[in-house]
C-alpha cells in the first residue's frame, strides 16, 4: 500500500533529522534543509546577520563545540552531545569554576514534571545556562563545578527556504513550517516533514489553477525575515495559506482559524478538518506561531494553522519528552493527506454556473441519471447533482456548496467535472470569490 | 362545533378521492381535480402532450384497463383492481407468458417491510413492472406466468388547476400541491385536501390585500409546465408562496424553507409554527417536492414547504401503508387552520407608525388602557401596545414585532387595528418590506 | 478599609431616606433631593403643573396630612403615619363613613403573599383607596368605619434634579434614576443611593473625555418631562446611558440591553458584567422603567438598564416587604463600584493604532518584554500587549478587543497606555467608533 510507504519514508527522515542540533542560524539548521531538499528543491534566501528586517535585527549564527557542566565527582551532566536540549539555546560561550550555589542560578528545571529537560532559549539576551530534568538537578553533589559552555556567536545568515509549484495563475497557495527547534518531534520535526512531503505530492499533479509556495525558516525571526523580502508579493497574490505545526501525534486535527476568520483559507480547511472525526476548529489568537506574523495588521494575510494537538495542549510540549514516542507515522501520513486535500480543494474551487436555470434539467437525458427508480433511496450522488445545478448561479462557490449541503468538496468536486461533461453547468467567468 | 363538521368533511373527500388511480396525465388526474372542484373553481391549464417546458416534454397520458399476473395456479396476483400501487406507474402495454425467474427481473418489493406495497413509476423510460409486498413475492409459487399490462400511452394533454382570490393588490400569496399519487393518504391526498378547504375558508374573507393563488397539478412535470406559463409573472408578484405536502398526518408541523432562508415566507411560517409545540423549521435543500422548481435559481420564487412529518421520515411514505390509518382528520383541519393562519397573517403583516415618537403616549386619554392598576400584573395585552408603540417606526413589520416580543402576530395585529381606531398608529406608506 | 466606611454612608443615608413619603411631586420628592445635594450639587429643573410635555400633563402636588380608617373598635388601621403604602398614591381628599362591604371597594391587598402591603398609585384618575397587607384586611372587624383621606391636590412644580461633570469634550454618559417611590428599599431606594455615591466617585476624577450627566426625578413623568427639555440636546451627544434601578439586593448583575441591542453602552456594560459570576444579559422590552422613554421611536437614545435582581424577579417587589431586609450594603458599594467601572471604561475606550503594524514588534527593546523565557508560561500581561498590537488598526476599539480576547477592559486599557509610552501604540484619529 503507498501509505505504508510514506509511512516508512516519514520514519527513515525522521530519524536522520531527530539528533541535528537546530536553531535559527547555523549549521544545524542548514545540515537539516539540505536533508529536506531531497525531496523540495529549496530556494535558499539568505540574510545577513545583523540585517535589520522590519522591527527586527538577524541574530548572529550559533555554533556548539561541546557544554557540559562537571561537579566535585568528574561526572559531565548536563552534556550537550547527549541531549541538545542541555544547553539553553544561543548560550554565550563560558568556561569557569562555580560552586554549586552560584551555578543554580543557570539551572532551569519543571519541578512539575520532574523527568523532562525543558526547552529554553535565550536568543536576544547573551547569557548562558542550562536546562536539566528535576530528578538530575536534584540529584546534583555540592561542591565546586566546571562548566563548559564552548559555543561561538558569529556573523553568517540566517536561511529561509523557498520552493514553488507554479500553476497556470499566479494566485498562490502558502504552505509554511519552521525548523529550529532542535531535538522534539511533535514540535517540531511534524511540521517540516508533512511539509516536504506535501511538496512531493502535489508536485506529481501536473495541471494546477494556483501556484503553490512552500517555505521553511526558524521560526519567527524567519517568518519575518520572508515577509520582509514577500510581504509585498503575497498581499498580492495569496489566496489561502497555512502554517503546518505539532501536527503529527495522536490526536484529532485542530485548526486555527486566520484574524478574520471568515477566509477562503477558514472556508476550505473548516470543510475538510469537518469531515475528520473529533476536529476542532479554533479562533485566532495572536499568540502560538508564524501566523502571528502573516495575520499581523499590516498583512492580514490569509494563514490559518493546521495542527493535531496544538502547543500548550499536551504536557510534552517544549520539553525531552516530546519525541518519538508522542508522534505516530500513521498519523503523520494521515496529516500529509488531509494537507494535499485541502491544497487541491482550494485549487478546484471555482464557482460553477447551471445551463439550465428555470426549474431542474431532465436529467435523464443527460445520462447523467438513472430513470426508473424507487423515491425511497436518494443517494449522496443524486443530492450532489440536485445541489450543484440549484446553487450554481455563479455567487456560490463550491466551498458554499459543500458547506450548505453537509456533502465533502470532492463529491462535488467530481459530480461538477461529470455535468460539465455533460453540459449542465458552466465555469464562472470569475473562478475564485476571492480573486480580485 | 365548526370543526367537527369540517373534519366530517375531509373525510368524506378522501374517501371520495381515495380509490382514483391518479397519475400525471390521464383520466384518474382529472376525475380528482373534479371532485375538487366541488370547493374550488379552477381554471384547467392544459398542456399537450409532447410540448417542450423547459427542459422538459409533457409526457403521454397514461390509462390502465386492467393489469396482473397469472401464475400455474390460476390465481390472479397484483392486479390493478385490487390497489393500484400493484402496477408501476406508466407501465407500457405489454401481453405475454413468462417464467417467474424472467418475471422476477419485473418485480419491485421492500424486503424491510414485507407487508407494504411500493410505489414506483417509470414517466420517462418506457418499460412495465409490478410491486408487491414481499410476502406476496415470497409465496409465488414456481413456474410460468401470463403477464397483463392492458395499458395505454396516448396522447393528450397534462392539466394543471389554477384558482384566483383577487386581492385589493396585485401582490400574491401562492399555495400550491400536487395530484398525481395513486392511493396514498398522507402523500399526497393531505395537500389536495388542505388547499381546497383553505381556498374555501379563505374565499369568504371578503377583504384582502393580497390575491390569493392556488395551483395543483401533478408533481415535478405539473408544476414545470405551471412555471413555463406563470413563472415570469410570479417573479414579479409573489410575496411568499408554500408547497403543502404530507400535511395529515398526527407529527407536528415541519417549515422547510425557502432557498435563502429568510423571505417573508419563512418569517410568516415561523412565526406561526413557532406557536405550535413540537414543530420544527428545516433549511431548505434540494430534494422534495415542486419547491425544487420554485426555488431553482433562474426563478428563487420565495416558496417554503409547510408539513408534519416530511417525506422520508415516516415509515409508510410512498408505499401502500399510507393509508388512511396514517392520517387522523383532525390534524388535517388544524392544518387547515394554520395554512389559514399563515395565509392571513401574511396579508396583514404591514408596517405601523407610531403617531406619538416621542417618549411614550399617554395611554389613559386614549381610552385604550387602564388607569389605576397594580403595577404587578402586566397582561399580554399591554405588552402588545408597548411594543407596537415602541418598534413602530415604519421599519418594523408586524413580523419583525412578533419575533422581537414573542407575542403571537394576532395579538399584535388585533391591538394594532385598536390603537390605529384611537389615532396612535398609521399604516406606513409602503405596506411591506417586501413590496417592490 | 475604604468600602467599609463606604458601605457605612451608604446605610446612613439609606436610613435617612426610608421614611420619607415620596412621590412624583411634592414635599417628599423635594426633601429626599436636598438628602442627596450633599453629595451631589443638583440643579433644580422645574415643571408647572399643568405643563403639557409631549403626550403628557405636569399632574398636580400632592401632600398628605392624615390618613386612616377607623372601625368600631376605634383602632386606627392602615394609618399612613405608620406606613406610608397603607394610602394608594395620589389619593383625592375624602372624609365619611362607610360600612365595611363599602369600604372594600376601595382596599387592595395581596392574597397570595397575606403580609405584604402592596404599593399602587393612581395617579392620573381621581379616587382614593387603601392598601392592607392579607392579614390585615381579614381581621377588619363588621361594621361602620370613619375614613380619613386627608390630602390635597394642589398646583406646584414637579422637579427634575440634572448634575453635570463636564469633560473634555462634549461627548456624554448618561446616568439616570428615580426618586418617587415611597417606603421601599431595592426598588428604588437602590438606585438613587448608586447614582449619588457614583456621582462622588467619579468627581474625583480630574480629567476625563466623556461628560457624565446625572439625572433624577419622578418616574416616567420625570423622564418625559426631562426629555422634553433636554431630548434633542441628547440626541446629538449622548455616547451611551443608564437607568439605574433595583440595584442593591444580593442578586448577581443583571444588564437590560438598549432598544437595538448593539450600542457602546450594551457593549461596554456587557463587558463589565461579563467578568461578574452569575452576571445575565437581557433584550431590550419597552415595559420596565425609563429606559423605556429614552428608547422611544423618536429618541432612540442608546440607555440600558444596570439592575441585580430586576423588577418583578424578586417576590418584594413593590410591596411592604422590600425593605431593608431585602438589600445589602456590601452589595450596594460593589454596584457604585460596577457602574464606576463601567463609566470609566467609557470614557477610556479609544481605538488604538500600532506603530508598527508589519509583523510584530521586537518587544525586548521597549522595555516592555522579558528577553530571557521560558515559552511554557504565557501570562496575562502579555496576551495583552500581542492582542493590542494585532488588533490596534484602528477599526477595533478596546471594547472589541476586551471581547475578542476575553481579557478585562482594565488591563488592556492600562496595557495600552504602557505601550503608548514605549511608543508602541497611538490614539486613533477618531477617539471612538459612535462619535459622529
Keep these: 500500500m503507498g501509505n505504508e510507504n510514506l509511512e516508512a519514508r516519514l520514519q527513515r527522515y525522521f530519524d536522520r533529522l531527530w539528533p541535528i542540533p537546530r536553531t535559527l542560524a547555523g549549521p544545524g539548521f542548514r545540515e537539516s534543509l539540505q536533508i529536506l531538499e531531497e525531496m523540495v528543491p529549496f530556494e535558499w534566501l539568505h540574510f545577513p546577520t545583523g540585517t535589520q528586517v522590519f522591527d527586527w535585527t538577524i541574530p ?18 548536563a552534556d550537550f552531545k547527549v541531549n541538545n536540549l542541555y544547553l539553553v539555546g ?88 519552521y ?12 511540521g517540516p516533514l508533512v511539509l516536504a512531503f506535501l511538496y512531493e505530492r502535489l508536485s506529481k499533479i501536473t495541471k494546477h489553477r494556483c501556484t503553490f509556495r512552500f517555505v521553511i525558516g526558524p521560526e519567527t525571526i524567519g517568518t519575518i525575515a520572508y515577509l520582509h523580502e514577500r510581504g509585498e508579493h503575497l498581499r498580492n497574490t495569496l489566496d489561502a495559506g497555512y502554517v503546518l505545526t505539532c501536527i503529527g501525534d495522536r490526536g484529532p486535527f485542530t485548526y486555527k482559524q486566520t484574524r ?7 472556508r476550505c480547511a473548516e470543510e475538510a478538518v469537518s469531515h475528520r472525526s473529533g476536529s476542532k476548529v479554533m479562533p485566532f489568537f495572536p499568540n502560538g506561531s508564524d501566523e502571528r506574523q502573516y495575520n499581523s495588521p499590516g498583512f492580514k494575510l490569509p494563514v490559518g494553522s493546521l495542527m493535531r494537538s496544538p502547543y500548550n495542549h499536551y504536557p510534552e510540549y517544549h520539553t525531552s519528552l516530546d519525541n518519538k514516542d508522542v508522534i505516530s507515522f ?15 480543494n482550494l485549487d478546484r474551487n471555482v464557482a460553477w454556473v447551471s ?12 445520462g447523467v441519471f438513472p430513470t426508473s427508480h424507487s423515491v425511497r ?56 470569490k476571492e480573486t480580485p
Excluded at 525548523?179 to 511534524?190: D, I, R, V
Excluded at 445551463?355 to 443527460?366: A, D
Design 60 to 77: 548572529l549564527e550559533w555554533n556548539v563545540r561541546e557544554a557540559f557542566i562537571q561537579g566535585p565527582d568528574r561526572v559531565r551532566r
Design 90 to 177: 544561543y548560550s554565550a560561550p563560558f568556561r569557569g569554576r562555580l560552586h554549586l550555589s552560584e551555578l543554580k542560578k543557570h539551572l532551569h528545571t519543571i519541578p512539575e514534571i520532574p523527568q523532562a529537560i525543558p526547552y529554553m532559549t535565550s536568543y536576544y539576551k547573551e547569557s548562558w545556562g542550562f536546562c536539566l530534568s528535576h530528578a538530575e538537578f536534584e540529584a546534583l553533589p555540592e561542591g565546586e563545578y566546571d562548566v563548559i559552555v564552548d559555543t561561538t556567536l558569529s556573523v553568517g545568515t540566517l536561511v529561509v527556504g523557498e520552493a514553488i509549484l507554479p500553476g497556470e495563475t499566479e494566485r498562490e497557495i502558502l504552505i509554511s513550517s
Design 179 to 190: 525548523l529550529c527547534h532542535p531535538s522534539m518531534a511533535n514540535n517540531e520535526l511534524s
Design 260 to 266: 478574520s476568520g471568515n477566509t477562503l483559507a477558514d
Design 330 to 344: 500513521v498519523h503523520l501520513a494521515e496529516s500529509v493527506e488531509l494537507c494535499a486535500e485541502i491544497a487541491l
Design 355 to 366: 445551463n439550465i436555470q428555470q426549474c431542474e434539467p431532465f436529467l435523464s437525458k443527460y
Design 377 to 432: 433511496s436518494i443517494d449522496d450522488w443524486k443530492m450532489a447533482v440536485l445541489w450543484l445545478m440549484n446553487l450554481s448561479d455563479g455567487k456560490n462557490d463550491l466551498l458554499d456548496i459543500a458547506k450548505k449541503s453537509g456533502i465533502p468538496f470532492a463529491l462535488l468536486h467530481q459530480t461538477a467535472l461529470k455535468l460539465e461533461q455533460a453540459g449542465l453547468v458552466r465555469r464562472a467567468a470569475s473562478l475564485n
